[in-house]
């Protein structure tokens, strides 16, 4: 209840009802905001005080203040008097926000302003109640849609003196119907594409849904076919239009057949009957009996299949299917765990059929460690959790393991679940992706991580040539500049080694950089022909240092011979040259294989590498022998051999566990993929 001043003091009062309040332009006074009696006429200021008992005024203020609807009462001038808790509420307004403002404020668009005034325009006072839907504004921005009953106001002159509006939010309702109107689409977009006639009938016989091709097959029927047809209407009308040949109109037998027709709808065998319709045509004809009390009438014009019954058993068999088979595992249950029906997919994932399955509890269909589980889903659904989904790894004997993405949904009876329906759906590929990528990810990140510490690497070993360039030109200047050039000589030796030392880091640089895109095609390689190349390659280099090469098995490998033949190179020709001086170098090359990794073991008898150092030695550049008279070298041997093993998905390492020497141990996956998912 709401009081607001006015120009004049005359009272008004709805035309059923002995509760008063003010004419919106002419006084104070009393709102009833009811939405069902909005009809009133004047009353003086004696009148209104003799009438107004102090029950009817508390009752009138709490009607006002607590309809659940937002109530909007405007002026002439659209200007807003009143509004109770529940239009705050909505509009998100306080009640000082909305007062005295234009009514246009809570309007979501001119349009819908413009709209409901020209609507009560048109109208004029000929309705004191106008209803409509526009869209409305909240303080927030937000609009929803809302319909609204305005109640015209009039004065003791019949001049209008304002409007009191009830505003009910219809956003949700729009949405479901929305909703309901897209899913009809669908099922309609679906019927449609269905070649056969489809038809379903409720308990009454009433035609509830069909399709186009069970109009075309209904003959005179169709094009007066209609939703709440009934099965008998609709088949004596196909008759009375000549639409059987088994049943010319008039003949003796024809009211038989038709009774014939209607028992076997009325009694569904679930066989089928094939007769002649229309001009020379066939017509297959099946009725189901739906769980539910619904038949389902299936009409199919099979003219061509008559000619065959080869073709028809074939065409038969093709649309049982497709009604019964679908990829996902179906499956509806009792709150007791009852099987109620599964489809051939479910069935088939159980290993069994949907006839052994179905009566029996699901739990003695469940692995024992999975029953559990299976328990808490369905003594946990809520009417308002949904439908709950996880993801389940389901490991089978004999079968490969498979990830489901199972569905729960309830269906309630109120409070009580009346059913239960369970979908799986296979992710197995969908997860295989995401670990792929996964690895993929870590993948690139250790080689982000790699080319960061490789940059920083390279930049340094290269500016170090630069700066002895730069260092013995400036010398060589001075000596220049000052008349002595004795020293010059020595000067442009260091310049040359310092610029051949450049070269040759800059040459490993390429060499490294390219082995990522040297794969050629994969094949079958024989790690014994690349060992033994190897060996021949590095000839001279074996016989300079008297070492002596033991070999054993070698397995075959998948791979790039060529890229294996230089990682062959790269560790052999390591063993020899950091041998010790004193003892004649012993190298051992050998193999060996598991279930799902191949083996490549260089080991020899030389200075060995300290455990510290197993990693940063395949770096770039990384040498822990800094004069390069005695061990010659750039420093990216090993940083190639394992850029080329990791180009066969494999990882090579240095055995931290033998001390006799070094041993390096090279892994390869056995399978045929390259390194480039």
């Given at each position: 209840m709401r009081r607001w001043p006015h120009r004049a003091e005359q009272w008004c009062r709805p035309a059923d009802s002995r509760l008063d309040f003010p004419c919106s332009k002419i006084g104070w006074g009393l709102?009833?905001?009811?939405?069902?009696?909005?009809?009133?006429?004047?009353?003086?200021?004696?009148?209104?005080?003799?009438?107004?008992?102090?029950?009817?005024d508390h009752f009138a203020r709490a009607l006002y203040e607590t309809f659940p609807e937002p109530v909007v009462v405007v002026d002439q001038a659209k200007t807003i008097l009143a509004v109770n808790q529940a239009a705050t509420q909505q509009f998100g307004h306080a009640e000082e926000e909305l007062l005295g403002q234009h009514v246009r404020m809570i309007y979501a668009t001119d349009e819908d302003y413009t709209a409901c005034l020209s609507k009560r325009s048109i109208e004029g006072n000929?309705?004191?109640?106008?209803?409509?839907?526009?869209?409305?504004?909240?303080?927030?921005?937000?609009?929803?849609?809302?319909?609204?009953?305005?109640?015209?106001?009039?004065?003791?002159?019949?001049?209008s003196c304002g409007f009191i509006g009830v505003i009910q939010d219809i956003s949700d309702?729009?949405?479901?119907?929305?909703?309901?109107?897209?899913?009809?689409?669908?099922?309609?977009?679906?019927?449609?594409?269905?070649?056969?006639?489809?038809?379903?009938?409720?308990?009454?016989?009433?035609?509830?849904?069909?399709?186009?091709?069970?109009?075309?097959?209904?003959?005179?029927?169709?094009?007066?076919?209609?939703?709440?047809?009934?099965?008998?209407?609709?088949?004596?009308?196909?008759?009375?239009?000549?639409?059987?040949?088994?049943?010319?109109?008039?003949?003796?037998?024809?009211?038989?057949?038709?009774?014939?027709?209607?028992?076997?709808?009325?009694?569904?065998?679930?066989?089928?009957?094939?007769?002649?319709?229309?001009?020379?045509?066939?017509?297959?004809?099946?009725?189901?009996?739906?769980?539910?009390?619904?038949?389902?009438?299936?009409?199919?014009?099979?003219?061509?299949?008559?000619?065959?019954?080869?073709?028809?058993?074939?065409?038969?068999?093709?649309?049982?299917?497709?009604?019964?088979?679908?990829?996902?595992?179906?499956?509806?249950?009792?709150?007791?765990?009852?099987?109620?029906?599964?489809?051939?997919?479910?069935?088939?994932?159980?290993?069994t059929t949907p006839e052994a399955m179905v009566g029996t509890d699901l739990l003695a269909h469940v692995p024992e460690h999975?029953?559990?589980?299976?328990?808490?889903?369905?003594?946990?659904?809520q009417p308002e959790a949904g439908i709950s989904s996880?993801?389940?790894?389901?490991?089978?004997?004999?079968?490969?393991?498979?990830?489901?993405?199972?569905?729960?949904?309830?269906?309630?009876?109120?409070?009580?679940?009346?059913?239960?329906?369970?979908?799986?759906r296979d992710i197995t590929t969908q997860m295989r992706q995401q670990e792929r990528i996964a690895r993929q990810s870590?993948?690139?990140?250790?080689?982000?991580?790699?080319?960061?510490?490789?940059?920083?690497?390279?930049?340094?070993?290269?500016?170090?040539?630069?700066?002895?360039?730069?260092?013995?030109?400036?010398?060589?200047?001075?000596?220049i500049r000052s008349g002595n050039i004795e020293e010059l000589p020595g000067y442009a030796a260091h310049l040359r080694q310092s610029a051949r030392r450049m070269d040759r880091l800059i040459e490993s640089l390429l060499d490294y950089s390219q082995i990522a895109y040297q794969i050629g095609t994969w094949s079958l390689v024989p790690l014994s022909d690349v060992v033994a190349d190897a060996i021949l390659n590095l000839g001279s280099q074996i016989r300079g240092g008297g070492a002596k090469l033991i070999t054993g098995d070698l397995p075959m490998v998948h791979g790039d011979a060529e890229l294996l033949k230089r990682l062959a190179q790269n560790l052999i020709g390591n063993a020899v040259k950091y041998r010790r001086p004193d003892v004649e170098p012993v190298i051992r090359v050998y193999g060996e294989s598991t279930d799902d990794t191949d083996f490549l073991y260089v080991e020899?008898?030389?200075?060995?590498?300290?455990?510290?150092?197993?990693?940063?030695?395949?770096?770039?550049?990384?040498?822990?022998?800094?004069?390069?008279?005695?061990?010659?070298?750039t420093g990216i041997g090993l940083a190639l051999a394992k850029r080329i093993v990791e180009s066969h998905n494999g990882r090579i390492a240095l055995d931290t566990s033998f001390t006799k020497g070094a041993r390096f141990i090279v892994a390869f996956p056995k399978n045929k993929s390259s390194g480039k998912e």
């Open positions: 709102v009833c905001a009811s939405p069902f009696f909005c009809f009133y006429t004047p009353i003086n200021e004696a009148e209104r005080e003799g009438l107004r008992p102090p029950m009817q000929t309705g004191a109640i106008s209803d409509s839907v526009y869209q409305f504004k909240r303080k927030d921005g937000t609009v929803f849609s809302a319909e609204l009953r305005s109640t015209l106001v009039t004065g003791p002159d019949g001049e309702m729009l949405k479901l119907d929305k909703a309901r109107r897209d899913a009809r689409e669908i099922l309609d977009t679906a019927l449609a594409a269905i070649p056969e006639g489809f038809a379903i009938f409720d308990r009454n016989e009433r035609l509830l849904v069909f399709n186009e091709a069970y109009r075309r097959v209904c003959g005179p029927a169709g094009p007066i076919l209609q939703l709440g047809m009934t099965a008998e209407d609709i088949i004596r009308i196909a008759y009375e239009g000549g639409h059987y040949p088994d049943a010319p109109v008039g003949s003796p037998g024809a009211l038989e057949w038709i009774e014939s027709r209607l028992f076997d709808f009325r009694n569904p065998t679930g066989l089928a009957k094939v007769f002649p319709y229309g001009n020379g045509r066939w017509l297959r004809v099946e009725n189901f009996k739906a769980k539910d009390g619904n038949t389902i009438a299936l009409r199919v014009d099979v003219t061509a299949m008559k000619q065959t019954e080869i073709a028809l058993e074939r065409q038969r068999q093709e649309y049982l299917s497709l009604l019964q088979n679908i990829p996902d595992l179906v499956g509806r249950f009792t709150p007791a765990r009852e099987i109620l029906f599964v489809n051939s997919n479910y069935a088939d994932f159980f290993g999975m029953q559990e589980a299976t328990r808490r889903a369905f003594s946990d659904v996880q993801e389940v790894l389901h490991v089978r004997p004999g079968q490969p393991d498979t990830w489901i993405l199972w569905s729960l949904l309830a269906v309630f009876d109120g409070t009580r679940v009346s059913e239960l329906i369970s979908v799986g870590a993948e690139l990140q250790r080689k982000n991580d790699a080319l960061n510490q490789f940059t920083g690497t390279v930049s340094h070993d290269l500016k170090a040539p630069l700066r002895h360039i730069a260092m013995f030109s400036d010398m060589i200047n001075d000596d020899d008898n030389g200075i060995g590498i300290e455990p510290r150092f197993a990693t940063k030695i395949f770096d770039v550049f990384q040498r822990l022998h800094r004069d390069e008279s005695v061990y010659s070298g």
